[in-house]
């Protein structure tokens, strides 16, 4: 029959893909695609992560080498090209601090789309030199698919979102389906809605989503403002969630109802993140104070929805958790994508998918949706899953995926006992998922390449992070979680949406300002650590 991948139609055939190895390939035998490298480090991943510690590294004088899943550069933004992909954190903190990559680049608007994201990692390329030494197409981790059955029945296209094609699916006429309402559900329904013939939306949980404010940016007014962006850079890495603003120094119920509304309506006003990582300080820990902070955003996102039914599905009265414990998306169109007569959102609560067939969708209750595409917006086995993925297995032999089967442990939420010298970047136990990524991603790896200078200064061979002080730091992680509120709900923080993991926190949730002091204080004597000297 030969090779089946070599049959298929990548844009309309319904075999979905789940994994990146289903494009994985390798092209070359030379350079950094060699076996057997002889380097001083190996950055895994050429996203944000993988670029800083790539640059920090080589300037350091160590010879560096990079493997990356994707085709290029840029991480997630590679992969991540699904209609009206954005990112959610507004610029200038979305960025690398690096001078040579921001003095001579300018975004188009405030929150910028994938091929805005690809340009500006092409030209983090341009000019710091990275894809001479970077070996393309070493495949990694899949998307989180459930096990429905009857994908492969399905006669119309259908992608998972992390793994939609380059290539344009027109959905003009087209009768769409989107099973999910997480970010890449909430981008998808703003991009189709206005195109589809008929848009059906699957929502399991109402998003609590915030408007991002998106507007243009010209390069005039980015060039004045470079001046500050120093101080910007310093700035948000002493905020919570390394963005350059931080929760109000007071308590919900210091102010008063007027006062509280005014407060609220600056915050919503100003857009973005505000409204979650700058709002009252107690909200988050406090459910009376959460609940006042879910009944604004309740009043001010079904005043956007027209038609009572979809405005109790979308934006209910009583709050589906306590708002804030799940990563609020951001948008710019989302409820009025269904005041349209073609948008329908189709509330799971009560009923589930039960199969794919030819045709469609059939749910439960035994209805029958039919579509010509369909996108599976689930989201990917975040956090752990980045690293379990791997393959990765410990000097004892045993694989990381069997070890954090019941619960992950890392020290300093940037090594693991039993993986001497290997250190991960905005991934569990970090302040990752509750911080801006490029923030994380430089505060870590500034200490990461702190400590490979002290071992190599000092003629360490490894280190390796004790049982004892990782299972303090477990402590640590479980102790900030529980004074919140975000063991109330299962989300990405608790564990993710896969059910066959532990449910558990999986960020650091003491804000990244926190965070940084308390991995800068195991150094310079390496506390925690098993020393081997060469």
Known sequence: MGDPGEMMDPVTNPKLKRELREYGKRGRTDGP????????????GGGFAGVFMFYTLRKAGLKTVMYEAGTDLGGTWRWNCYPGAMVDSEVPEYQLSIPETWKTYNWPNNYPGYKELRDYFDHCDKVLDIKSQTAFDQHRRGPLVPPWEGIDKFKGIVHHSSFWPDEEIDVTGKRCGIIGTGASGVQITQAWGPKAAHLKVFQRTPNLTVPMRLRKLSAEEQEEAKRWYPELFDLRERCFGGFVYDFCERSTFEDSEEEREK???????????????????????????NRVVYDFWAKKQRARIN???????????????????KRPCLEHSYFE??????????SLKGRTIECFNETGIKLSDGSQHDFDIICIATG????????????????????LESQWKKSAHT???????????????????????????P????????????????CETEGIKYINPTDEASKEWKKRINYLSELTLMPTTKSTYMGGSDPNKAFE??????????????????????????????
């Not at 609220?264 to 505000?274: H, P, T, Y």
């Not at 752990?384 to 694989?399: D, Q, V």
């Not at 020290?411 to 990524?437: A, K, M, W």
């Open 33 to 44: 695609y060699a076996d057997n490298l002889e380097v001083d480090a190996l950055v895994v």
């Open 263 to 289: 407060f609220f309506e600056k915050l919503w006003a100003d857009g973005g993140f505000r409204y979650w990582l700058g709002n009252y300080k107690d909200y988050l820990f406090d459910a009376k104070a």
């Open 307 to 325: 038609d009572p039914a979809k405005r109790d599905i979308l934006a209910p009265l009583e709050p589906p958790h306590p708002w804030g414990v």
């Open 337 to 346: 994508q269904y005041n349209r007569d073609n948008v329908e959102p189709v």
């Open 380 to 399: 990917f086995d975040v956090v752990t899953g980045g690293m379990t993925a791997m393959g990765l297995h410990s000097i004892n032999g045993e694989s």
């Open 411 to 437: 020290y300093l939420g940037t090594t693991v006992s039993g993986y001497p010298n290997q250190f991960h970047i905005y991934g569990p136990q970090g302040p990752t998922l509750l911080s801006n990524g």
């Open 439 to 454: 923030t994380s991603v430089e505060v870590q790896g500034r200490w990461i390449a702190d400590v490979i200078k002290k």
């Open 505 to 534: 926190q999986t960020c650091y949730a003491g804000g990244l300002y926190a965070y940084g002091k308390e991995i800068r204080a195991v150094l310079p004597d390496l506390k925690g650590f098993d020393i081997v000297k060469a």
